[in-house]
């Protein structure tokens, strides 16, 4: 019999994110991920990761100028696996407070800063408090350490979706989950094993997903 095909993931290259750290946790998890900025690539796509670190208004026009933006939207209504990172977490929704500019618009919310009284960005280890069960943290254990670096974080409108808080000043939606969308503050390639079960995780979970 025949091996199964590996899924074909792929990590949106917009020079917003440290793909290399990304693609090599993903190839941790038995899979050789495709890197690439090409709209038409999010079209065969068992899975997309949209990583991002610095300027929310800067990845958004860097998508824009890209040609991402619709292929990605189509991608996500599809209902086929998406992984958002830090900067990919926060493009999710409406707006920022960064700079005021639109985002996504996917998640009904908005990006706001981090309040003042606790230095910023907020850099490096903190927990994550698990609101529920969900295939992406399978094995996880409650509390866990992620390692962060943002000054803005993630506020939606719909707290039923908001499935981590981690407190740093505020609780702060450190994961989001809805349906086929999954996103993270933290960086799981930076989290050391922890973070690594997250990207077997999602292999997984795309691999279940396209019948792998």
């Known amino acids: ?9 792929v990590i949106i290259d917009y020079e917003s994110g440290n793909l290399r750290s990304v693609a090599r946790a993903v190839e941790r998890a038995g899979v050789t991920p495709a890197v690439t900025s090409n709209p038409a690539a999010l079209a065969d ?10 300027s929310g208004p800067a ?23 998406f ?10 929704l409406d707006a920022t407070d960064e700079g005021d500019a639109d985002c996504l618009g996917l998640v009904s919310g908005r990006v706001r800063r981090l309040p003042d ?9 903190n927990t994550v408090r698990f609101q ?11 509390d866990s350490h992620f390692y962060f670096v943002h000054s803005y974080y993630a506020d939606p409108e719909q707290r039923a979706d908001v ?13 989001y989950a809805r349906d086929n969308v999954v996103a993270t503050q933290f960086h799981p390639e930076k989290s050391g094993d922890t973070g690594l079960r997250i990207y077997a995780n999602y292999v997984r979970q795309v691999a279940e997903a396209c019948g792998r």
């Not at 958004?60 to 696996?81: F, K, N, T, W």
């Not at 529920?132 to 409650?142: T, V």
């Not at 499935?163 to 994961?175: I, R």
């Open 83 to 92: 992984l958002g990172v830090c900067l990919g977490l926060q493009l999710l």
């Open 117 to 125: 009284g606790r230095k910023v960005p907020h850099m490096g280890w």
């Open 45 to 54: 796509a068992d899975g997309v990761i949209l990583p991002g670190v610095g």
């Open 163 to 175: 499935a981590g808080l981690t407190e740093y000043g505020v609780p702060f939606c450190s994961v």
């Open 59 to 81: 990845a958004m026009s860097a998508l824009q100028s890209r040609d991402l933006v619709q292929p990605l939207l189509d991608y996500i209504a599809g209902g086929r696996p």
């Open 1 to 9: 019999m025949a091996a199964s095909k590996s899924p074909n993931i």
């Open 132 to 142: 529920r069960e969900h295939p992406l943290w399978e094995g996880i254990p409650q």
